[in-house]
C-alpha cells in the first residue's frame, strides 16, 4: 500500500494522540543552562558550553540547538572546546579528561562522534584531568592540564608530545592558558609565564628550555595582539609586553580575564565588563548587570557581543541593549526530596532518621501520637542498615526503602502494635538485593515495578524485586553520571527523573496511572514513520489490560499487558523480525473483562 493511500486513510480512521514530549524509552537533559562556561563562533552558529551542557543558537534567528549523550556525546561536563574550520572538527574536551571529536554537517550539527580517551585512561596521570584551554595550531591541539601542556594530532589521533616537568628544576606545573607566537610558545603556569623556542631543534621536554618571564603579578590568560604580548593578571588587570616590561593598559580587580581577537581589536573578557582594545591601546568598555561572572567572549559582524557567563547564561546585544538567551529549562534539580517521609494507606506517617540521631525509619500515628523506632536490630526492624536514604510507598501499601547495605520492604499491618516487625529483602541471584551496595534512592511505578538508585548506576526490577528488566550506566545510556543522587516518577506522564552529581535527567517509562475505564486510550507515535526505533505507547488503559495486536487479517502479532496505564511495543513480532508496513488493529480488554475497546494504527514503511 503506498505512503499517500495509508496517510489518506489514517486521516479518517485514527485517533489522534496527545503529542508527547519524550518517546517512550527516550531520555531529556535538565541541565543548568545559567552557568555559561565557554563560547565559540562556529560556521554559522554560536557554541555555548555550560556547567553540564551544550547548546549552539543561531544568531539570526536565535533558534536553540542542545546537545549531549543523547546526540552521540561521550559525557557531560566540557571544560574546554575548540573549532578547527578547515575539517568541521569541533573538539570537546571534558572534565573527566575524555575528548570527543565532533565532525559537524553543514548544519552545524554532530554528523559523527569519536571519542578520544587518550588522558582519560592513560596512566600515570594525576586525578585531575582536566583540559583548561585548547590551542589549535592546524592540525596539532596543544591542551592546558593541571600537569602541563599535550599535544595531540588531531588528523592522526595521536599523542605527539607533553610539556610537563617545565618548571624549575623539572617541577611539574598546571597550565592555564598559553600561546604560540614569534617562534616561541607561551605557558601561563601556577609559577608564572614560561616560555621556549619552536625551532625544531629545541627539545621543549627539557624544563631548561624553559625561561620564566618576570611578570607584575600572578598571570590568568595571555593573547598576541598587533605585534605584542598581552597578559591578563588576577586583580590587576591586562599588561602589555614592551621589550622586557610590561605597561598596563587596563586597570581592573577582576579575577577572570580571558582574550579574543576581532577584526584589529582585542576583546578583553573581565568579570563584570568587556573592554575592547584597538591597536593604540585605546579601550572601549561594555558594562551590563547581566554580567555578572563572564568567562569568555566572541564576536560577530557589526560589532555583535556573544558573552558567556557563569550566572546568567549566554548573553549578547543583538537586541536594543544586552539579554540572556538560554535553552527552555525545566526543574534542574530535585527538590524538595519527597522521600524521606511519606503516609502510608492507614495515615501512619514513615520517617527515614539522619545519621546523627543514629538513623532508622521512625513510624508514627499523628492523631494518637503513638510512634515506634525500627531499627537493624532483628525483631525491631531487620533493616540491612540503619542509614536508610530513601522511602516509597507501593501499590500494595508496602513500605520500599533504600539502605547503605540494600533495599527491602516492611508490611505496615499492625507496625505500632506488633510485637515483632521484620523487614524483607528481596533475593536476587541467590543473594539479598544490593546486599552489599549503597542504595541511593528508590521510586515506584503505577505497574508496581521498583526503579532503585546506587552509586554504580540505576535498575529497574519487577514488583518483589526478584527479576532485573532493565540496567542504565553512564557509559551505555545518557545518564551524566553512575551516581544516583535522587528519583522521582510522575505516574500520569510515566516520566522517571534522575538526579546526579552531573545533572538531572528523565526517562520515559511504559508505565502510567491506571484510568478507571477505557475512554481515552491513544496510541503514540501514531502513524510509525520511516526510520523510527523505538516503542510505540498504547496509553489510557485500564491497571494490567489486555493487549493484542493483530494485522488486518485477524493474525496475532503481539500481546501483553499494561503497566499501570501503558503498554508498549517495540514493533517485533514474535518471531523477532520487524513488522511490515501497514494497518494493525490493537484490541483492548481489561483485566477483570468488563471493558473493551478497538483501535487501528499504521507503521509505513
Not at 10 to 32: D, E, M, R, S, Y
Not at 202 to 221: D, E, G, M
Not at 250 to 268: A, E, H, Q
Request: glycine letters at 8%; proline letters at 4%.
Amino acid at each position: 500500500m503506498g505512503r499517500a493511500i495509508l496517510l489518506m486513510l489514517l486521516c479518517v480512521v485514527f485517533f489522534k494522540a496527545k503529542a508527547q514530549n519524550i518517546p517512550l524509552g527516550g531520555w531529556k537533559t535538565h541541565f543548568n543552562y545559567l552557568s555559561a562556561r565557554h563560547v565559540l563562533v562556529v560556521n554559522d552558529r554560536i557554541f555555548c558550553s555550560t556547567y553540564n551542557g551544550l547548546f549552539s543558537i543561531n544568531p539570526v534567528d536565535k533558534k536553540i540547538k542542545t546537545f549531549s549523550k543523547s546526540d552521540g556525546l561521550s559525557e557531560t561536563g566540557i571544560s574546554s572546546l575548540a573549532y578547527n574550520a578547515s575539517d568541521s572538527l569541533l573538539i570537546l574536551a571534558y572534565r573527566s579528561g575524555q575528548i570527543d571529536l565532533v565532525y559537524l554537517n553543514e548544519r552545524s550539527e554532530p554528523d559523527q562522534v569519536i571519542p578520544w580517551p587518550t588522558l582519560k585512561t592513560s596512566a600515570g596521570l594525576p586525578e585531575n584531568k582536566s583540559v583548561s584551554r585548547i590551542n589549535l595550531q592546524n592540525h596539532l591541539a596543544y591542551l592546558c592540564t593541571s600537569f602541563g601542556v599535550v599535544v595531540l594530532d588531531t588528523k592522526l589521533r595521536e599523542a605527539e608530545e607533553n610539556y610537563r616537568y617545565i618548571g624549575p628544576n623539572g617541577a611539574e606545573v598546571a597550565v592555564s592558558d598559553m600561546l604560540i607566537a614569534n617562534d616561541s610558545i607561551y605557558a601561563v603556569t601556577d609559577q608564572g609565564i614560561l616560555a621556549a623556542s619552536m625551532k625544531a631543534t629545541v627539545n621543549r621536554q627539557y624544563f631548561a628550555n624553559w625561561k620564566l618571564i618576570t611578570a607584575p603579578s600572578n598571570p590568568i590568560a595571555i593573547s598576541f595582539f598587533n605585534d605584542n604580548i598581552y597578559a591578563g593578571f588576577s586583580g590587576k588587570g591586562v599588561f602589555k609586553r614592551e621589550k622586557t616590561n610590561w605597561k598596563s593598559v587596563v586597570t581592573s580587580d577582576s579575577k577572570g580575564c580571558s582574550f579574543t581577537n576581532y577584526r584589529g581589536s582585542l576583546i578583553v573578557t573581565l568579570d563584570r565588563e568587556i573592554v575592547k582594545l584597538d591597536e593604540q591601546d585605546k579601550t572601549t568598555t561594555l558594562k551590563d548587570p547581566l554580567f555578572q561572572s563572564a568567562s569568555g567572549t566572541v564576536a560577530t559582524a557589526s560589532e555583535i557581543f556573544w558573552t558567556a557567563d557563569a550566572k546568567n547564561g549566554l548573553i549578547s546585544n543583538t537586541s536594543n541593549g544586552f539579554t540572556s538567551y538560554i535553552p527552555e529549562q525545566s526543574d534542574t534539580t530535585i527538590f524538595p526530596k519527597k522521600d524521606s517521609l511519606i503516609v502510608d494507606r492507614n495515615g501512619l506517617a514513615w520517617v527515614r532518621l539522619p545519621a546523627n540521631l543514629a538513623g532508622g525509619i521512625l513510624v508514627k500515628n499523628n492523631q494518637t501520637n503513638q510512634q515506634r523506632r525500627l531499627s537493624s536490630t532483628v525483631g525491631t526492624g531487620s533493616l540491612p542498615s540503619p542509614f536508610i536514604n530513601s522511602l516509597a510507598s507501593d501499590q500494595e501499601g508496602y513500605i520500599w526503602f533504600a539502605s547503605d547495605k540494600g533495599v527491602g520492604y516492611i508490611i505496615p499491618d499492625d507496625v505500632l502494635g506488633s510485637a515483632r516487625v521484620d523487614a524483607i529483602s528481596p533475593i536476587y541471584g541467590q543473594r539479598k538485593l544490593f546486599a552489599n551496595e549503597k542504595c541511593t534512592a528508590i521510586a515506584i511505578e503505577p505497574g508496581n515495578r521498583k526503579w532503585i538508585g546506587t552509586r554504580n548506576g540505576l535498575y529497574l526490577f519487577n514488583e518483589d524485586g526478584t527479576e532485573l528488566i532493565q540496567k542504565f550506566t553512564a557509559a551505555d545510556s545518557p545518564l551524566p553520571s553512575d551516581q544516583i543522587n535522587a528519583l522521582q516518577f510522575d505516574s500520569e506522564s510515566g516520566v522517571l527523573f534522575i538526579d546526579t552529581p552531573n545533572g538531572m535527567v528523565s526517562y520515559r517509562s511504559n508505565s502510567t496511572t491506571a484510568l478507571e475505564n477505557l475512554s481515552a486510550v491513544a496510541i503514540f507515535p501514531n502513524p510509525v514513520r520511516p526510520g523510527y526505533s523505538g516503542n510505540i505507547g498504547i496509553q489510557g488503559l485500564m491497571d494490567n489490560s489486555i493487549v493484542k495486536i493483530t494485522e488486518l487479517s485477524g493474525r496475532l502479532v503481539f500481546e501483553t499487558r499494561s503497566e499501570g496505564g501503558t503498554a508498549s511495543w517495540n514493533l517485533n513480532t514474535y518471531n523477532g523480525s520487524r513488522v511490515r508496513g501497514g494497518i494493525y488493529m490493537v484490541f483492548v480488554v481489561s483485566a477483570d473483562g468488563t471493558e473493551k475497546y478497538v483501535t487501528k494504527f499504521a507503521v509505513i514503511d
